[in-house]
């Protein structure tokens, strides 16, 4: 289960929150299934808020004493979300034992009329989401328990996962999506203009460093983050694939940054410092953190200039937001222009 409204408080524009349904709000059908599923009638539930799926996230309990955390989401509300949940299911069943990591109690796919629905019930886990901004005592414990997944994770349970890593690989093209639109504001940026040949040339770089032979994540965010007082859980592991070992700390990092955490943008974390000598980032170099950085801003840039999925009326302005502070972070680090193309 993750608290996604940190300590109760309002959520910043950085941290990734849509508009849930309300689990009163379920078929009856799917309402039933959760309720025999869990034994006994539903006597509480509590809706929970964050992630972007326009589906269910609430903590449900019964009669019987059972608690769990339950997501569903309906072809009617988005067919792409009831496919990610199912790729998450699919992910979930086949992760190895791991401290930080659910596994499902249950799921099942429900047909209500010409509506498909999937559901799944987790364990409740009594803990909060990082707050944004990150605090670094808070991003230190989530590194630490990335090296330590990295450890066990490498070389990937799965081998032969190709098609997965092309995938992130093609989602690290935001500099060609910027350039094919001539219209796009952030030609008019001063120093991407001086520089947009450099930022291009970055994407070739990334498409040889991104892949590697560690199962990652490759969706981290505070939103997919629970902390507990002695456990990091990561959560969501729709998107898993295999990648170099330093992306899902660099990644997580990018929501650092985004969340205004770096001091110089008010925050507690000295950023730059934290990427040299993090463990964590062995094998990436300043310049490569850089690149992919810069590349996550654009590609979130290009996507917030699109039209919103359906069920999904604030992602646009979350990934607006977020592509602003990475790039805005970038500027500052390399005012000189990227020297991030190097291979490191």
Known sequence: MRDLDHDGGVN???????????????????????????????????????????????????????????????????????QFHRAENAVMVRMPLNDSILRPVASESIQVDADEWEVTILPVIDGATAAHPWSESDALRVLDALVDLGTQFTPSPWPDDPARTKQLVAFFRGWTRIERETDDPWHAHPWIARHFDDLLALEPVLAARLPGDTLSHTDLRADNVMLTDDRVWLIDWAHARNAARWVDPVLLMCDVVASGADREDGGDIDVPKLFATHRAFDGASTELVG?????????????????????LPTIRAFQDCQADSLLRYVVRQFPDGPRIGAPG
Request: hydrophobic residues 50%; positive net charge.
């Open 12 to 82: 910043p524009p950085t941290f990734a929150a849509g508009v849930r349904l309300p689990f009163a709000q379920l078929p009856a059908a799917v309402a039933e299934w959760v309720a025999r599923t869990l034994g006994g009638s539903i006597t509480d539930v509590v809706d929970k808020q964050g992630g972007f799926s326009p589906g269910v996230a609430a903590v449900v309990t019964t009669t019987s004493g059972a608690r769990g955390f339950v997501k569903a989401v309906g072809t009617s509300i988005n067919a792409e979300s009831v």
């Open 291 to 311: 690149a992919v950085i810069a590349t996550l801003a654009a590609t979130l840039h290009w996507f917030a200039l699109q039209p919103p999925p359906p069920g």
